[in-house]
């Protein structure tokens, strides 16, 4: 097999949507380890790290344009560039996710801890992997593994119930701690958010592998 | 019934087998793009429609190409007719050394197809407008084709086609010698001509082939490899050599 001009750009593309994958999960640890252990500075570090990620998604956005504009890729080829642009914006949101708790750190690391936070580490946690493994099918365009975490989204989603259940208990018997409740609700909610955006990743790479568009069909994404 | 359904077709040069069993089948109105290496056979695919290749001593053809469900290499067919009916469009323009508009009216004459004079001029003009060139050249239609641009040539010899009223048009490179924008003009006749005419194009161009064509074919090595839908074709093809053609991995 001949080396293409093309084959360069496509690694490069692929090493630009990695480090943007692996940033975006140190920003997801880091904000969760700044409310757990209750490191405000940690916290304010993602939240200064948020604008780098933002500056990778514009640098993949353009060089993805480009590659489209100049080597006008075909079948995988174009499947490839077209996956790493929609898992970008992706990518950037759950880092925006990831600054919003940071934020939601700050202010709770001013208040009194609540019962270890529940159940949230675990998500989060829950929510890290889902988002490491979605990272590693990508890279080795395994669809059978991100069909597993699509299915994981679920544990994620029954244990956000769980904690708006308990949150929500809470706040009725103790309303004192109704404030910060109401941060860790949201905290949970952005993880849940998460779990979501990780299937879409995952939905994505299955379109890359087999060319098949399972999103929305429920059918397809257990196939 | 297809407009063309070609089976189990064999073409030989001497000894020299160039087509292997290709079967396919061109619904009416179609565009259908034939593309890949060069020496893969699609131009010679593209001849056996029409029985070009008959100029050519030694070649010999083998299985069936039916046209509206007659074998065009039955023994009694007007090959004549045939290539009235299915007419041709060749890489490299060939105006005849006359006038524009004698150019297009040549085909119309000698196949008595006018009534009157005035009918006569009638067609040329409406070829001439179908192969939308007539705008460029109402105002000098005595004056010489040679005097045309390469694409406004290439334009003249599809007008010239078009004159017979032809029902299949075979396009072999048309645009492959023209600048991107008499290309574009040639693209987009295409796509107009659609409506009423079932199109073959051989093409270099797999940009061309992925903008124009309904389905696309892959010839290799006198084998027709894979044809499917042209968007299916450039975003998912079914053979692994097609994915390795389309996205330059040989070729």
Do not use: W
Request: hydrophobic letters at 45%.
């Amino acid at each position: 097999m001949e080396h293409r001009i093309i084959d360069q750009q496509l690694d490069l593309l692929r090493d630009k949507l990695l480090l943007l994958g692996g940033t975006t999960e140190a920003a997801l640890e880091r904000a969760m380890r700044s409310l757990t252990a209750r490191d405000s500075d940690l916290a304010r570090e993602v939240l200064e790290g948020d604008k780098i990620i933002d500056q990778m998604e514009l640098d993949i956005d353009r060089f993805s344009v480009e590659i489209l504009a100049l080597q006008q890729p075909a079948a995988h080829d174009l499947r490839f560039v077209i996956s790493v642009a929609k898992i970008t914006p992706i990518l950037e949101r759950i880092a925006d996710h990831a600054g919003s708790i940071a934020e939601a750190a700050l202010i709770l690391n001013d208040e009194p801890e609540l019962k270890k936070y529940i159940d949230l580490p675990l998500m989060a946690e829950n929510a890290a992997e889902m988002l490491r493994t979605a990272l590693d099918a990508f890279t080795s365009e395994d669809a059978a593994a991100s069909r597993r975490v699509i299915e994981q989204d679920k544990v994620i989603d029954k244990c956000y119930h769980r904690v708006f259940d308990e949150l929500i208990t809470m706040m009725i018997d103790n309303p004192v701690t109704t404030a910060s409740a109401a941060h860790l609700l949201f905290v949970a909610k952005h993880l849940e958010r998460i779990g979501d955006y990780v299937k879409d990743i995952c939905e994505l790479n299955v379109y890359l592998t087999e060319a098949a568009f399972i999103k929305h069909s429920p059918r397809l994404e257990a196939a | 019934m297809s407009k063309i359904s070609v089976s189990d077709l064999n073409f030989f040069y001497g000894k020299a087998q160039a087509l292997h069993d290709i079967s396919i089948d061109i619904p009416e109105r179609e565009v259908v793009a034939f593309i890949g290496p060069s020496g893969c056979g699609k131009s010679t695919f593209l001849r056996t429609l029409n029985r070009m290749n008959d100029t050519i001593p030694i070649a010999r053809v083998e299985g069936k190409v039916m046209i509206d469900g007659k074998d065009v290499y039955e023994p009694n067919t007007d090959v004549a007719s045939l290539r009235r009916k299915v007419g041709m469009v060749f890489q490299k323009s060939n105006p005849f050394p006359k006038s524009i508009f004698e150019n297009v009216a040549y085909g119309i004459r000698i196949n008595g197809i006018h009534k009157n004079r005035a009918d006569l001029y009638e067609r040329v003009e409406k070829a001439l407008n179908d192969a939308a060139l007539l705008g460029e050249v109402k105002d000098r239609m005595n004056t010489s084709a040679f005097g045309l641009s390469g694409g406004q040539q290439q334009r003249l010899c599809i007008a010239r086609a078009l004159a017979v009223q032809p029902e299949v048009i075979l396009m072999d490179e048309p645009a492959s010698a023209l600048d991107p924008i008499a290309t574009q003009k040639i693209e987009e006749l295409i796509v107009e001509l659609k409506k009423q005419y079932t199109i073959a194009i051989v093409t270099h161009n797999m940009q061309q082939a992925a903008r124009v064509s309904d389905r696309t074919a892959f010839f290799m090595l006198g084998k027709l490899v894979e044809v499917n839908p042209t968007q299916k074709m450039f975003t998912n093809p079914d053979e692994k050599l097609t994915e390795d053609y389309i996205t330059g991995r040989f070729g």
